[in-house]
């Protein structure tokens, strides 16, 4: 299959090149081979990116919802037929084996573009009565220009989670992938136009950083919604707020998953293993930090090394691979250096710590023991297949340890006991919290973080709220009485 996209940026409903931009080399994680060359975004193509979001802007936000929400859900049903090509594309994008992604993201973007599509016909102001006759209703209108910025372990998801929701309210976006995974959301934006998409109601501008940060503070944005880390999150939400645009943030995280002893050990285990292991670890609301209660901690590490010696390694594209490669040399070196400084601080390695030879950016599956708070692996956000396991004695004390923490994206708690199971997760600060699952993202629920992990919340009809505003109209129906 060739990778090369038709040009690097797709804008006003066709490619667009400009090889004066910096170089942006994507390289397939599994064997390091550069898989295809693109151009990072010059002032030229983001000011034409923008130009044409801002006059594409009134005419989509003037059709009925019905009419936007028929385009989205015509573009989920196109994605869904195209579902194992565009999953090719994200394997080689960012190494998640193929058995990952033909289920994971196509799907879960095809998922947002058919609920927000379906919520789009019933967005609705209000009519608040005021007594004498007189009334307020509400008008909810689109934002305006919205700039989305993806980070690399999701792209296709990420770039449908922000589009759905702010399209459906008739904003206009320019979207800004990672530099390390550009491709899929080409397709996706190609995908958007075949189905009835205005051009330039949905833009994809290439580039790192710098474009990113040349979009967030450009005068005609009026929202940036970004997914990547909590250092960049703080940049670019003081950016956003010179501006006084709208956000949304969401970042990373060290969440908690609790095994209480009274759990199903076999669910518990399969809970962690999805919330370390799935997509090599790299996945923003992993349970890192696994608290086990001491009685079941030997029957838990016993049965969590048993799974794992049936892990498969290897070829991305091989339907039986279910454990690929980190996303980068870069990603796997910061791997390492946290695995080292796992065994420096004392914890007890009990499964994996080892990258394989390459070519590729492989590490094995680690699991560490005896982990304890004050340790660089329990409280840093590591973002590759590292799981600490930590001891505990009492519910109160876990609760205390599982919030000391400065992010709230994630939390879990595995127990039987049913009443314990509410009562936890009412005390855990977290934006996602899962009883006896983990890690499960439908559209129809809010997910988003709290603390440093984030502002706002993706999915469900709260999303609504972050992609529009509501203006209030007051009417009259009696004489205006005035002091002088
Ligand atoms: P990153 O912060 O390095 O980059 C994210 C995006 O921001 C990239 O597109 C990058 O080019 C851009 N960027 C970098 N500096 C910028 C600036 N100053 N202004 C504007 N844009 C800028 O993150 P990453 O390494 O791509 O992704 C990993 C991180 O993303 C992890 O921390 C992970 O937890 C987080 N994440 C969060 C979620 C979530 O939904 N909460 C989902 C996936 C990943």
């Known amino acids: 299959m060739n990778f090369q996209p038709k040009a690097s940026h797709f804008i006003d409903g066709q490619y667009v090149e400009d090889e004066s931009g910096t170089p942006i080399e994507v390289i397939y994680p599994a064997t390091g081979e550069l898989i295809a060359k693109l151009h990072s975004a010059t002032p030229q193509i983001l000011e034409k990116a923008l130009q044409s979001a801002q006059a594409a802007q009134k005419s989509w936000a003037a059709l009925t919802g019905t009419e936007r929400g028929r385009v989205l859900r015509r573009a989920a049903d196109m994605i869904r037929a195209q579902n194992y090509d565009l999953s090719v594309i994200e394997t080689h994008d960012t190494g998640k084996p193929i058995q990952e992604t033909t289920v994971a993201d196509a799907n879960s973007g095809a998922d947002a573009l058919e609920y927000f599509g379906g919520l789009a016909g019933s967005l609705t102001g209000e009519h608040i009565p005021l007594g004498r006759g007189d009334?307020?209703?509400?008008?909810?209108?689109?934002?305006?220009?919205?700039?989305?910025?993806?980070?690399?372990?999701?792209?296709?998801?990420?770039?449908?989670?922000?589009?759905?929701?702010?399209?459906?309210?008739?904003?206009?976006?320019?979207?800004?992938?990672?530099?390390?995974?550009?491709?899929?959301?080409?397709?996706?934006?190609e995908i958007l136009i075949e189905a009835g998409l205005p051009s330039g109601v949905f833009n994809v501008v290439q580039g790192y950083g710098d474009v990113g940060a040349t979009l967030v503070t450009d005068p005609r944005v009026a929202k940036?919604?970004?997914?990547?880390?909590?250092?960049?999150?703080?940049?670019v939400y003081a950016a956003a707020a010179a501006g006084m645009k709208h956000v949304t943030m969401e970042l990373g995280g060290k969440s908690p998953l609790i095994i209480f002893d009274d759990a199903d050990l076999d669910n518990a285990v399969s809970g962690a293993i999805l919330g370390n292991f799935f997509s090599s670890g790299q996945v923003c609301s992993n349970g890192t930090r696994v608290f086990v209660q001491r009685g079941i901690k030997a029957a838990f590490l016993n049965r969590l090394k048993e799974r794992l010696t049936t892990v498969q390694i290897g070829d991305p594209m091989d339907s039986k691979t279910n454990f690929g490669p980190l996303v980068s040399k870069r990603q796997l070196d910061i791997v390492e250096s946290y695995i080292a400084k796992g065994i420096v601080e004392g914890a007890r390695l009990v499964s994996g710590?080892?990258?394989?030879?390459?070519?590729?950016?492989?590490?094995?599956?680690?699991?560490?023991?005896?982990?304890?708070?004050?340790?660089?692996?329990?409280?840093?956000?590591?973002?590759?297949?590292?799981?600490?396991?930590?001891?505990?004695?009492?519910?109160?004390?876990?609760?205390?340890?599982?919030?000391?923490t400065d992010f709230g994206l994630a939390a879990g708690v595995f127990t039987n006991n049913l009443v314990r199971a509410?009562?936890?997760?009412?005390?855990?600060?977290?934006?996602?919290?899962?009883?006896?699952?983990?890690?499960?993202?439908?559209?129809?629920?809010?997910?988003?973080?709290?603390?440093?992990?984030?502002?706002?919340?993706?999915?469900?009809?709260?999303?609504?709220?972050?992609?529009?505003?509501?203006?209030?109209?007051?009417?009259?129906m009696n004489d205006v009485e005035a002091p002088y």
């Open 135 to 189: 009334f307020v209703y509400t008008i909810r209108e689109a934002l305006g220009l919205c700039v989305g910025i993806g980070a690399w372990n999701y792209p296709t998801l990420i770039a449908c989670w922000k589009a759905a929701p702010a399209l459906a309210c008739g904003n206009t976006m320019v979207f800004k992938p990672s530099e390390l995974t550009p491709l899929s959301v080409l397709k996706i934006a």
């Open 224 to 235: 940036v919604s970004l997914t990547g880390s909590a250092a960049t999150g703080r940049k």
């Open 422 to 476: 509410h009562r936890v997760a009412s005390k855990l600060q977290a934006g996602s919290c899962y009883i006896n699952t983990y890690n499960m993202a439908p559209v129809e629920a809010p997910f988003g973080g709290s603390k440093l992990s984030g502002v706002g919340r993706e999915n469900s009809k709260l999303a609504i709220n972050h992609f529009s505003e509501m203006k209030s109209v007051y009417v009259s």
């Open 353 to 404: 710590g080892k990258s394989l030879p390459g070519p590729g950016f492989y590490m094995e599956p680690t699991v560490f023991a005896d982990v304890r708070d004050e340790m660089t692996i329990a409280i840093e956000e590591i973002f590759g297949p590292v799981m600490s396991v930590l001891d505990f004695e009492s519910e109160e004390e876990v609760i205390v340890r599982a919030n000391a």
